[in-house]
């Protein structure tokens, strides 16, 4: 058994480090800007968006175009990857939200409502 154990253990390794040498002819990786706050999130994604925009609105994209657009995507997912989670979070707080109407609640509602409100004012300006 602790040879077959080695033997499976051996073969995620060596498959790991093969899907690692798939990507070896890919760029290095940077880290864009952070998203550590919803707000920055939206900001950053406001701010990108617009020097993604203007880059496709190129006639050509050279390499140096391409260079900007990969360095852009950083930035951007970032942002998406915090928006997405601020709002796995908030669709939670909305379902409070939802089954404390139900069953009448009211404090519940209040407290819970505002807490989405805050939220997603800062996605709905």
């Known amino acids: 058994m602790p040879n077959s154990f080695r033997l499976f253990a ?7 480090s093969a899907m690692g040498w ?22 950053n ?30 930035t951007l997912e970032n942002a998406l990857q915090k928006i997405q989670a601020e709002l796995e979070e908030t669709a939670e707080v909305l ?8 069953t009448n609640k009211p404090e519940v509602v209040k407290e819970k409502g505002q807490v989405y409100l805050q939220t997603t004012g800062t996605l709905v300006k």
């Open 45 to 74: 994604m406001s701010e990108y968006n617009s020097k993604l925009e203007a880059l496709l609105a190129k006639d050509e994209l050279g390499a140096k175009e391409l260079h900007e657009v990969h360095m852009i995507t950083y």
């Open 10 to 16: 051996g073969i995620v390794a060596l498959s790991l």
């Open 95 to 102: 379902e409070e939200v939802h089954i404390a109407s139900e």
């Open 22 to 43: 798939a990507d070896s002819d890919r760029p290095a990786h940077a880290k864009g800007e952070p998203a550590d706050t919803l707000q920055q999130a939206v900001t």
